[in-house]
């Protein structure tokens, strides 16, 4: 049987008189000392002056019961040591509460006598638990009273109730003044609780009192006396059923949970042209798992089936139009999604971006004025989020405009004071600009058009939507390290560097993460028919080459398990570096290699696809168009992974890949050069080969060396396999970072 000690387990403690449950997690930890746990429940279930309590918790093997009895006096430690118990040291009588001194041990005998009866003494073991923390948040300013509970060798059963009706001659001991301030008080604590792993560690200075609980699990030889000790309680059902339920950990943020909303002009699955829409639909759970309280404001560009009307409408005008908002709400994940549903964002589903500079301005401008109210108006689960503890993530130029209105509208004018505004720079060359004059589209006062000009030497000033937001926002957060660095050069900066290196304090790189169930080839939908299969990295070596097949089937390649099978997925224009591929095509076609290219862009650079496919059909497969299954199925079945981008803030492709045991070959720029460390065979460490310059030569000798390691150093291709599959490359890691930047804006003045 597992220790007591050895569990997590969660207590849930509420007063007679109603008050909400006020929950309390325990953990052990590995030390080697006294069993000793510690918890803290809240002064609205057990009054100063105090009271008897039954404490009642569940794990996962068994039900059990807790005595506990509280006074006014001394708290007490119960140390494991043969059920003795000793004073804390250096707790003060007077406002402490605590166990009452001689009823303890009476106590513990009594549930030792009925133990032995038994003939089951487990014993618990050595490991220490001393992790407490209180969960509850919704009780601001209450006071809090310590709970020690301790166990080195306890039985599995016996349940010691005195209530404030028992005779005295029922009660134990000393215990009989307490257990009448029991009566007053008339408090009765239920807990019911899960083993569940959660790091607790909180220190509380301000004690009340303290209770002392032994475990015992019922069975049949001790019911009589449990059903004795019953009957002469006064209105405690101690019968009722604990149902075993999935307890949530703690918050990973701990004091540092927030409200955070992010924005953004798509969000994936709903809407997504790119990276951008996977960001906003995986971020945000993230962060909800650290727990943080958060929601994600985006258009409703289509009538989706999850998110439903809630019945708020509000007005806002944009280019001097009033334009009726609706809003429609889902919770999934622990996430609030909010769609804003307006005439003005309908059936852009499939061109998100579309339509003339002005209507683009209009429906940006629209966004980012009810997207910094959304937090007042929605009540998301009944309630709003409010403007206290309060952060927004906007993305990119789409969402600049959020930093901008929250300082000029709300915190310039006292309202909003404590909420704060982060800046994500997903792709810098894409801006918001147009002429001066766009400025009065806005909807600003003249004071702050500053805030929007941009001087450029060939064409003058112009208007520029993402400049002011790197002016206004508290924090700015780019998607690698490197590419953080690229923004402070002229090259990479895009005319917006000098912005960037004046507010370089306020800047941070955090490397996006992925999503781990959508992209995990051991769950992997795609790969579950047609021939493919699902695989991990121990099943690598079977696995990856039945998909290889099975893609070579599909496409109508030759199935050839020697030969490399090549991978190109992206969006067909000059950033990507499509050109390159293209230059280096006849090398490639001379090679005993095979090559797969996806992606949909500049119609020139489709119908070389096209041209590639006719061409070389026995080689070369141009699908023209995109496909999430084919995307996941090149993925798994492809032994090389081909991006030579020009500029790439982050890339998801290539973590994608290696998550999958794809060997990467990338041109050393932003995120590329952050997430794919060159191979090294010496070291037997790296997970690919990057190039250092745009250019078809350089493309052709990494790829050179990479198929010569594939044909010639099986092992090493195995090393470089399975190291790019072992990485973590989870939201959750990334969050950690973005938790930081959170922190830091919160307290920025």
């Known amino acids: 049987m597992a220790s007591f000690s050895s569990q997590t387990f969660r207590l849930e403690a509420c007063s007679g008189s109603g008050n909400s449950p006020v929950r309390v997690q325990i953990k052990p930890d590995d ?37 506990a009895a509280v006074e006014k006096g001394r708290g007490l430690r119960a140390t494991g040591k043969g059920g003795d118990f000793e004073p804390e040291k250096g707790r003060a009588d007077g406002d402490d509460a605590g166990v ?50 301790s166990s080195t060798s306890v039985s599995n059963s016996l349940v010691q109730s005195c209530e404030s009706k028992m005779s005295k001659t029922q009660c134990i001991g000393k215990t009989e003044n307490s257990l009448e301030e029991a009566e007053e008080q008339g408090d009765i604590l239920q807990a019911d609780g899960l083993a569940k792993d959660a790091d607790l560690d909180s220190t509380y200075d301000s004690v009340e009192s303290s209770l002392l609980i032994q475990e015992s699990e019922r069975g049949t030889e001790d019911e009589n006396a449990q059903n004795h000790m019953e009957a002469k309680s006064d209105g405690v059902d101690t019968e009722a059923d604990i149902e075993v339920e999935n307890v949530d950990a703690p918050p990973l943020a701990g004091a540092n949970a927030m409200n955070v909303i992010v924005v953004a002009a798509e969000c994936a699955p709903w809407s997504k042209t790119g990276g951008l829409g996977d960001v906003a639909g995986t971020l945000p759970k993230a962060l909800a798992r650290r727990g943080h309280r958060v929601m994600v404001v985006s258009p409703r560009y289509g009538n989706y089936p999850e998110p439903k009307d809630i019945g708020v409408r509000k007005y806002y005008k944009a280019d001097g139009q009033d334009l009726e908002v609706n809003y429609f709400h889902a919770y999934i994940d622990r996430v609030d999604f909010v769609f804003i549903d307006c005439p003005v964002f309908r059936h852009l589903e499939n061109n998100i971006y579309g339509g003339d500079r002005l209507e683009i301005l209009k429906r940006m401008v629209l966004l980012c004025k009810v997207a910094v109210e959304v937090p007042l108006n929605v009540p ?81 000033d112009h208007f520029n939507i993402f400049a002011a937001g790197l002016k206004t926002a508290d924090r700015v957060i780019t998607v690698s390290h490197g590419y953080a660095w690229e923004l402070t050069t002229s090259e990479g900066g895009w005319g917006l560097h000098e912005i960037i290196n004046e507010n370089k304090w306020k800047f941070q790189g955090i490397v996006n993460g992925i999503d781990t169930e959508d992209w995990n080839p ?43 099978l090549i991978g190109f997925i992206g969006r067909l224009d000059h950033q990507k570096g499509v050109d390159l591929i293209a230059g280096a095509m006849p090398w490639i076609v001379g090679q005993d290699a095979q090559l797969v290219m996806l992606g949909t862009g500049r119609a020139d650079l489709e119908e070389m696809l096209r041209k590639f496919d006719r061409e070389h059909h026995n080689k070369v497969r141009g699908w023209v168009g995109f496909s999430v299954k084919m995307a996941h199925r090149i993925t798994a079945g492809a032994d090389v992974l081909l991006m030579p981008s020009r500029f790439e803030p982050c890339g998801l492709n290539q973590l994608y890949a290696m998550k999958y045991g794809t060997v990467p070959v990338v041109h050393a720029v932003g995120g590329l050069r ?4 060159p191979f090294d065979p010496f070291r037997k460490s790296g997970f690919g080969w990057t190039f250092d310059r745009a250019e078809a030569n350089k493309l052709i000798n990494a790829l050179g060396n990479c198929l010569n390691t594939y044909r010639n150093q099986k092992e090493s291709w195995k090393g470089l396999q399975t190291r790019g599959m072992a990485q973590d490359l989870s939201w959750d890691n990334a969050a950690k970072h973005y938790e930081e930047v959170l922190v830091s804006a919160k307290y920025q003045w």
């Not at 549930?111 to 509850?136: P, Y």
């Not at 405009?401 to 994500?424: C, E, H, Q, T, W």
């Not at 097949?549 to 030759?558: F, R, S, T």
């Open 100 to 149: 009452n001194v001689g009823a303890a041990p009476a106590t513990i005998d009594k549930s030792m006598k009925a133990v032995e009866k038994r003939n089951i003494i487990s014993s618990l073991g050595s490991e220490a638990a001393e992790s407490v923390q209180s969960t509850d948040s919704s009780v601001k300013g209450a006071k809090t009273i310590n709970l020690n509970l």
């Open 380 to 460: 998301c689960g009944g309630i709003c989020y409010g403007d206290g503890n309060l952060v927004f993530i906007a993305n990119d130029w789409h969402t600049s405009l959020l930093p901008v209105y929250l300082k000029a509208f709300y915190r310039d004018n006292g309202l909003m004071k404590y909420a704060r505004s982060i800046l994500v720079i997903h792709n810098i060359s894409h801006q918001g600009r147009g002429p001066v004059e766009d400025f009065f589209h806005v909807d600003l006062p003249d004071q702050h058009m500053d805030l929007f000009k941009l001087y450029e030497p060939m064409g003058g």
């Open 674 to 677: 952050d997430t794919v460390i």
């Open 522 to 564: 051991e769950l992997d939908l795609h790969l579950q028919s047609d021939g493919y299969t699902n695989y991990s990295i121990e099943t690598l070596q079977a696995g990856k080459p039945q998909c290889k097949a099975a893609l070579q089937k599909e496409l109508g390649l030759p199935v050839r398990e020697d030969v490399p």
């Open 31 to 67: 030390g080697r000392r006294a069993s000793v746990v510690a918890a803290v429940v809240r002064e609205n279930a057990i009054f100063p002056s105090g009271g008897g309590c039954r404490v009642r918790f569940a794990t996962r093997s068994r039900r059990n019961e807790i005595l």
